[in-house]
């Protein structure tokens, strides 16, 4: 279960993880091979660029929470280490 404030946010499974691994690792850039790897398990092949529909939907689902989620251009994500 995922809250912004007093709202509760519906997550799909593969937001949930993108949402998980962004936030064990703050502070830290995850490429999208590895946020891909974290996601939807090793080995499995998808194009990158799929990493970037998740965290679009995630952002807007978090609605102000979303720009938490910094774009590294040319790397991947990260949530700023200082919430």
């Known amino acids: 279960e ?3 404030g007093k709202i509760q946010a519906d997550l799909t499974p593969s937001e949930f ?3 998980y691994a962004l ?3 703050r502070g ?3 490429t999208r091979d590895r946020l891909i790897e974290l996601v939807q398990g090793e080995g499995v092949s998808v194009i990158d660029r799929a990493i970037d529909t998740h965290v ?3 952002r807007k689902k978090l609605g102000d929470y979303g720009s938490l989620i910094e ?3 040319g790397v991947g994500y990260r ?3 200082a919430l």
């Open 79 to 81: 949530v700023a280490s």
């Open 17 to 19: 993880k993108l949402l």
């Open 28 to 30: 830290r850039v995850l």
């Open 71 to 73: 774009t590294i251009r």
């Open 23 to 25: 936030m064990k690792n």
């Open 2 to 4: 995922v809250r912004c």
């Open 56 to 58: 679009f939907g995630l």
